[in-house]
């Protein structure tokens, strides 16, 4: 504790919002209700937004501001508004997708979350407090979206799952090498773009094909059913 | 430069036309002439690197070992929108597909080109990633292109699989960086693979190990290493079949280009910290390759679906080149290279000859599959030369490659050889107990022969039958440069 209170302000302010991010992701596994899930998922971009607007002033890097409206733009209102629509026409917004046993689930997130700081524990490059945390915590997100991503039945929260994957990711480079190369970061916002655009086109597929939007009855293809 | 710039712009400018063209005979035919005139860059731009070095050094870097790939990816790319005319057309006339989705098609399949060349040709480690990510999205549409319900479903594993199996890579480059923030003062240039690789001893150890992991797992899960694999087969038999000949021709390959890479990087600041921690890259790749080789093969022996069947013998084959690149070592490597091309080249010409036969067939049910040989002797043969040279006969090139390999395994870690050895049987069984009878059992009544192009077939087969006999100097010295390239010394 004493060495939270000894960072800059800026710096307590980012390890204040990348926990916030943590408990997004969180709540996003608890979250049974699609609507509720797709709002978390943008408030977690708007978190991501603000993070790396932050490290940007910090460290004088300009160009993560640019990052910081893609991000805003992209994670925090395109694919939100892209998913609610499509959850609408698809008549899924009041609809819930409940894990099987949460309580065993968010045990599991917590066992995760410790596990991903023992692995940045040996990393000494990572000597200063700040970093160390971030990689932790933006490994946690990682991690905890995958546990979502598998724990869900829906083809609409696997994506959000998926998009908060890819929020961990970003969370991770922003946080720990002041964001990639622009050139870099912008192919990245491109293909999480086209894979939104995609998926939208999935869902009506999906749709068509099994008349819901259960993944649960995708299960023809597999080495068993043979 | 010029070269490698037309190379890439022709895929990149083709998926765009091909979109707009309304026509599936024009867009069929444009297809072909697209992916001609890309080989035609391709290889101006090979005998440019073989004669002049290697080329670029800022965002495009081509060396000896990209460039061959490079070549192959244009090359296979070609012989496969041959193939595509005739099978689309067909797919067309029996209803499978509207002429409106067969510009998705066509744009899909330069869009993919396009990614696979843009990951071989270029110098930034964080573009690898992008187009590797672009590469399933360019092809996760076609996987789900005749709207079945099983066709969607690979299409959903494929992409969700797929995405967060790069995801991990994507964390694995993220540490790359970090480990080379902290070496190379121009940020934009830390992901440089030229510059990495200059500075590979400084690079931390500790970050550099966590990152290997990461990106192991993430392009491992795109090169189908067991237990990564599930998504593969589904997608390879769902899809139509030109893009199943593509997927287990380049894409793999370009995944474990991407791995190798890495472990090159890897070895370069782990060997510099001492402790004989160099070693722990190569045998975790040789262990996911073992694994892969042996369960692939033992997989070969319950399918059904004749699709299913050959895109179990790549996940084998890919275990296989994994396992080889783990090795190390010259021979090794060589042989993991010839590998690399012989089966590419294999591979594909089997696909197009199981393609065709599903179509005489009207199924890929390898049960209802039979007589092929009677009906149209051109794609029986086709289909059961192909598969000989897979399953490694003499004298096809994949014999060469994996007598190359399994004499490296003999001198370096001989108890290995008795499960690649045994794994080669099992795979040559599986392989066979089905091709018997689809080639030459009885002829189910009424069956006819459909319009073919077995031209790349041949051509693929001749030239691996050719790499078997006598390799010629020029691809000889072309793999021994890349080998250098990657164990340090040459084999020649």
């Not at chain 2, 694999?229 to 380049?250: F, I, K, Q, R, Y």
């Not at chain 2, 086709?382 to 001198?411: C, D, N, Q, R, Y």
Request: glycine residues 8%; hydrophobic residues 55%; aromatic residues 10%.
């Amino acid at each position: 504790m004493q060495q939270y209170f000894d960072l800059p302000l800026i710096e307590q302010a980012i390890l204040t919002l990348a926990a916030m991010i943590l408990a997004t992701s969180l709540a996003l596994l608890a979250q049974s209700r699609v609507v509720a899930t797709i709002r978390l998922f943008a408030w977690q971009g708007v978190f991501l937004a603000v993070i790396t607007a932050l490290v940007a002033i910090d460290t004088g890097e300009p160009h993560l501001l640019i990052s910081a409206l893609l991000t805003l733009s992209l994670k925090a209102a395109f694919i939100p508004w892209l998913l609610v629509r499509q959850a609408r026409s698809l008549n899924l917004l009041k609809e819930s997708d409940a894990a099987i046993r949460p309580g065993l689930i968010l045990l599991m997130a917590g066992a995760l979350v410790v596990f991903c700081y023992n692995i940045v524990q040996p990393i000494e490059v990572l000597a200063a407090s700040v970093t160390r945390n971030a990689v932790a915590l933006s490994l946690a997100v990682v991690m905890l979206s995958m546990l979502m991503l598998i724990t869900r039945r829906k083809a609409v929260t696997q994506v959000v799952a998926f998009m908060a994957l890819e929020n961990g990711l970003f969370f991770a480079a922003v946080t720990t090498t002041q964001g990639m190369p622009l050139v870099v970061e912008l192919g990245i916002a491109f293909d999480v773009m086209v894979a939104a655009v995609i998926f939208g086109v999935f869902f009506f597929h999906i749709r068509d094909s099994i008349g819901s939007l259960d993944i649960e009855q995708l299960v023809r293809l597999s080495e068993h059913s043979e | 430069m010029t070269a490698l710039l037309l190379t890439l712009l022709a895929p990149g400018a083709g998926a765009i036309i091909l979109a707009l063209v309304p026509s599936v005979r024009v867009g069929s035919f444009l297809n072909i002439g697209i992916c001609l005139f890309g080989l035609a860059a391709s290889l101006g731009l090979a005998f440019g690197v073989l004669g002049s070095g290697p080329l670029g050094g800022t965002e495009f870097y081509v060396d000896a070992f990209n460039v061959y790939l490079i070549a192959l990816t244009a090359f296979v790319g070609f012989t496969t929108s041959i193939f595509s005319r005739t099978y689309m057309a067909h797919e067309v006339s029996t209803g499978r597909v509207t002429p409106r989705r067969m510009r998705l098609y066509h744009s899909s399949f330069q869009g993919f080109l396009f990614t696979m060349l843009l990951a071989l040709s270029t110098n930034n480690l964080g573009i690898l990633w992008v187009s590797l990510e672009g590469a399933t999205l360019a092809t996760v549409l076609l996987v789900s292109l005749y709207r079945t319900p099983e066709s969607i479903e690979a299409a959903w594993k494929y992409f969700i699989l797929c995405g967060v199996g790069i995801a991990q890579a994507l964390f694995g480059t993220v540490l790359v960086y970090l480990a080379a923030a902290h070496v190379i003062p121009d940020a934009d240039q830390a992901l440089h693979w030229t510059v990495l690789q200059q500075h590979s001893a400084e690079l931390d150890p500790g970050v550099m190990s966590i990152a290997f992991v990461f990106l192991l797992v993430g392009y491992g899960t795109k090169v189908g290493l067991v237990p990564l694999h599930n998504w593969l087969p589904d997608a390879h038999s769902e899809g139509p079949t030109p893009m199943s000949a593509v997927l287990s021709g380049l894409l793999l390959n370009v995944a474990l280009y991407a791995i190798v890479r890495v472990k090159m990087l890897t070895e370069g600041a782990l060997g510099a910290a001492g402790s004989g921690l160099g070693e722990i890259t190569g045998q975790l790749m040789m262990g996911f390759g073992l694994i892969s080789f042996i369960v692939a093969g033992l997989f070969l022996h319950r399918q059904r679906d004749i699709k299913r069947l050959y895109s179990y013998s790549s996940i084998e084959h890919m275990g296989l080149m994994t396992f080889a690149f783990g090795l190390g070592g010259p021979l090794a490597t060589f042989g993991a290279l010839l590998h690399m091309t012989v089966h590419s080249l294999t591979k594909s010409a089997i696909f197009v000859a199981v393609g065709h036969a599903s179509q005489i067939a009207g199924t890929q049910v390898m049960e209802h599959i039979r007589g092929l040989i009677r009906t149209q002797p051109a794609v029986g043969w086709g289909l059961l030369v192909g598969t000989l040279a897979i399953a490694g006969f003499p004298p096809f090139g994949v014999f060469i490659s994996e007598f190359l390999l399994l004499t490296a395994t003999m001198k370096s870690a001989p108890w290995l050889a008795l499960p690649l050895l045994s794994g080669l049987a099992v795979a040559f069984a599986g392989l066979f107990r089905y091709l018997q009878p689809m080639v030459f059992g009885a002829q189910p009544a009424g069956q006819t022969a459909v319009k073919s192009s077995i031209v790349p077939v041949a051509v693929h087969l001749l030239i691996v039958l050719w790499l078997g006999l006598s390799i010629p100097l020029v691809l000889a010295n072309w793999f021994d440069q890349a080998t250098q390239l990657i164990a340090g010394v040459g084999l020649l």
